[in-house]
């Protein structure tokens, strides 16, 4: 069944760590992206991709990094810039110009610092 | 500014009742999604809105898109605990993003 698997579904990180979220899809979707959810904060986009080596930061890119060597992958680095990452982070891909088809979510990693 | 405002923030309700929540925009939609979220776990999509005055059902759930598209509002007839958890709206406003509203989170006490 095609979809989308994110790895691992919980992470912990030291203080000045760097960690990498693993997100793979097998829908030939085009385009992909990251979101960041908190408590009454609802979704919010880090990082999103639409073609295979490009992407383009969303509101809150500030302290993580990605990759889009494949068209299935995007991993989601967390780095130590990141003062605040404990959260539930979601992976999402969709078609270009996807208003029909929509997007569909992984189930999602929570990262906690320790 | 939240671009997506969703209201009531949580709402908790006797099984059996009925329930709306509200997502409302001050921009054009160009395309509406709700979908709902249990603690922990992905999106699960329930629904997705393009034209003005669209309406879509399934099982106990209806959406509506208002005619200027700039309001959606998600319908429980007969609620029931299955259907608690988080309900997200979503929506194409900026070009090829997905932005959301802050959720809202539904209790169903039996």
């Not at chain 1, 030939?28 to 930061?57: C, E, T």
């Not at chain 1, 003062?83 to 078609?95: D, G, I, R, V």
């Not at chain 2, 329930?46 to 106990?60: A, D, Y």
Request: charged fraction near 20%; include cysteine.
């Amino acid at each position: 069944d095609g979809g989308i698997t994110q790895s691992p579904k919980y992470l912990f990180r030291k203080e000045g760590q760097n960690v990498t979220l693993s997100c793979e899809q097998n829908l030939n979707h085009d385009a992909m992206y990251w979101y960041r959810q908190d408590p009454g904060q609802g979704l919010r986009l880090i990082y999103y991709s639409q073609i295979v080596n490009d992407f383009q930061k969303g509101d809150i890119a500030e302290g993580y990094s990605v990759s889009r060597e494949k068209k299935e992958s995007f991993p989601l680095t967390v780095t130590s810039a990141q003062k605040n990452p404990t959260a539930f982070y979601l992976c999402a891909s969709s078609l270009l110009y996807s208003g029909v088809y929509g997007y569909t979510f992984g189930s999602g990693t929570r990262l906690t610092v320790v | 500014s939240q671009e997506l405002e969703q209201s009531p923030q949580s709402l908790i309700v006797q099984e059996g009742k009925n329930l709306t929540i509200n997502c409302t925009s001050s921009k054009t939609l160009y395309g509406l999604y709700w979908y709902k979220q249990k603690y922990g776990e992905g999106l699960i999509f329930l629904m997705m809105l393009q034209k003005g005055g669209e309406e879509k059902s399934h099982e106990k759930i209806t959406a509506k898109l208002d005619e200027k598209k700039q309001q959606s509002s998600l319908h429980i007839t007969a609620s029931q605990p299955s259907h608690a958890g988080i309900y997200l709206c979503g929506a194409d406003i900026r070009a090829e993003k997905l932005v959301f509203g802050k959720g809202t989170k539904l209790t169903v006490n039996p």
